[in-house]
């Protein structure tokens, strides 16, 4: 007898949910793992990009990437286990963009060094907070080289991450401004214990953000095959919460609105009329794991609490 195929047999809501729940399987992998091995890093690695030991020597292959040496212009995620990977940036005397965390009023920092302040004070979070040039979404930026953190990655290019979504929207927003095109080459920076020679593909879709080059402590890897880049921001997969939760996903969407109404009005509407109504069932059974939800990426706040609890102890 064949075998069937999940998404065949499974309604769209559920089959969504099974490949969230594959996702969510690595990266619990991953978080016990570096514990078990004691290779985790403050602070704790469940539910986040995890810091790990290494993290510097990891980040100092990218020198021997012609890549980074032919760039002008780098951007470099958040992450606390990319703090090295932002001083070598900045060492290099390349520009260094960081994207602003929760995408609230602006894309980007453009981070460089002040008077009176170091270059590990800089890439730190509070210099990502408190320091740098805010870029807007209409702001003219060119990126050569991109540098993400993440929770699992292949030999073959997927990438997982903490679940967010925040890597996909910011890749996606990029792409918007021309900053980046398909061209443009993107590294992850991670722990030998936290590459698989392969993960499901069928766990992927077309807004999931692939790389180029792994590089960890002991190695550099690149990828067999370069996969698909997104196109740019898929409104369909968005829900009207993720819309309404970051404030520069309003701002591009009243631009397209405006550009071109009819098409913008349709492409979110689905997503706020299911999600109403999934708000007032859930507000008669008290059940906050809505799992039918439109989402763009994989989120563990879909996560029942507990479990949640669970894993982080």
């Known amino acids: 007898m064949s075998q069937l195929n999940e998404t065949s047999i499974i309604p769209k809501n559920q089959s969504r949910l099974i490949k969230k729940l594959k996702k969510e399987t690595y990266r619990k992998k991953v978080w016990d793992q570096l514990v078990k091995n004691k290779v985790a890093s403050f602070p704790n690695p469940y539910g986040r990009i995890p810091n790990f030991k290494g993290a510097a020597q990891a980040a100092a292959k990218l020198l021997e990437l012609e ?10 995620n958040p992450d606390k286990p990319l703090e090295a990977s932002r001083m070598i940036v900045l060492e290099n005397g390349k520009e260094l963009y960081v994207p602003v965390p929760g995408l609230q009023e602006y894309v980007l920092k453009k981070l460089s060094v002040q008077d009176g302040t170091t270059i590990k004070r800089t890439v730190s979070r509070w210099g990502i907070d408190n320091t740098g040039q805010k870029i807007d979404i209409t702001d003219t930026i060119r990126i050569d080289l991109l540098v993400l953190g993440s929770v699992a990655v292949s030999k073959e290019g997927y990438r997982i991450g903490k679940g967010k979504g925040y890597a996909d929207i910011e890749y996606a927003l990029l792409k918007e401004m021309k900053a980046i095109d398909d061209e443009t080459v993107i590294v992850t920076v991670v722990h030998d214990l936290q590459v698989f ?87 008669k059974t008290g059940n906050e794991n809505s799992s039918g939800e439109t989402v763009l990426s994989e989120n563990t706040e879909n996560i029942p609490p507990k479990k949640i609890e669970k894993e982080k102890t």
């Open 67 to 76: 890549e980074f040496k032919s760039s002008q212009s780098v951007e470099v």
């Open 197 to 283: 020679d392969t993960l499901p593909k069928e766990a992927f879709k077309e807004h999931d953000v692939p790389v180029d080059y792994i590089l960890t402590p002991t190695q550099i890897i690149k990828t067999e095959n370069r996969l698909p880049r997104p196109a740019g921001i898929y409104w369909e997969l968005l829900s009207q919460k993720q819309i309404n939760s970051i404030k520069v996903l309003r701002t591009l969407k009243k631009r397209h609105k405006q550009n071109n109404p009819s098409a913008d009005t349709s492409e979110t509407k689905p997503a706020v009329t299911h999600k109403e109504r999934k708000k007032a069932k859930l507000t």
